[in-house]
């Protein structure tokens, strides 16, 4: 069941102790904050993205998930609504992009819905961040590691995050650095680094 790409024996994460604290760790945090901040929080977002355009308040994409299975990854919407819309990758200038989204994707704030997904089971705390399938298609003939991002759960945030690089690829270098990242993440995984990983995010 292992993806292609990935040629260790044996990573931190194939332990059985160490997948339960790390899935304590996510059940815990995700409830806690779901409880006590996006509780309150959901409201006020809602309104404001309603009061900003049409639309629906959670933006729901396929992602590539742990095996490269796909989930329903939530977000706040941050763009303008178009039903049935296929995929076209966010830039910087998007014009896309609503008044409320500009803030919203500024701040992060439209991924916080991602604790839902950390609840349910689909995503971490912290891991890979989950490309779109299309995303994933077409960088996976020119990165021979790529599909090695799924040997783990994906995250809200990640190691790669926390060295810059997030959000938009340019180029394939972009790419392979953030999959460079990704791997060493899933080598060198310890309860510690995803402290680490929390506080640098």
Not at 34 to 53: R, V
Not at 169 to 180: H, I
Request: hydrophobic residues 45%; positive net charge; proline residues 6%.
């Amino acid at each position: 069941d292992q993806p292609p790409g990935l040629d260790v024996a044996i990573v931190p994460l194939d332990e059985q102790r160490n997948q339960i604290l790390k899935r304590a760790f996510d059940l815990f945090l995700s409830f806690t904050f779901l409880l006590m901040i996006f509780s309150w929080l959901l409201p006020i977002i809602a309104l404001l993205i309603k009061l900003d355009s049409s639309g629906p308040v959670f933006f729901m994409q396929d992602r590539a998930g742990i095996g490269n299975r796909p989930f329903k990854c939530f977000k706040f919407r941050s763009m303008t609504f178009e039903k049935n819309a296929g995929f076209v990758q966010a830039t910087k200038n998007d014009p896309r992009i609503t008044r409320i989204g500009k803030f919203l994707r500024k701040s992060s704030i439209d991924e916080l819905p991602q604790f839902i997904n950390v609840f349910l089971g689909d995503m971490s705390l912290i891991g890979p961040r989950p490309h779109p399938i299309k995303l994933n298609e077409e960088f996976a003939s020119r990165i021979r590691i790529l599909m090695s991002r799924h040997y783990v759960k994906p995250g809200i945030t990640g190691l790669a995050q926390c060295m810059g690089y997030r959000g938009e690829t340019r180029d394939l270098s972009d790419m392979e650095n953030r999959v460079r990242l990704d791997r060493y993440y899933i080598e060198n995984w310890t309860f510690w680094l995803d402290i680490k990983i929390i506080f640098l995010t």
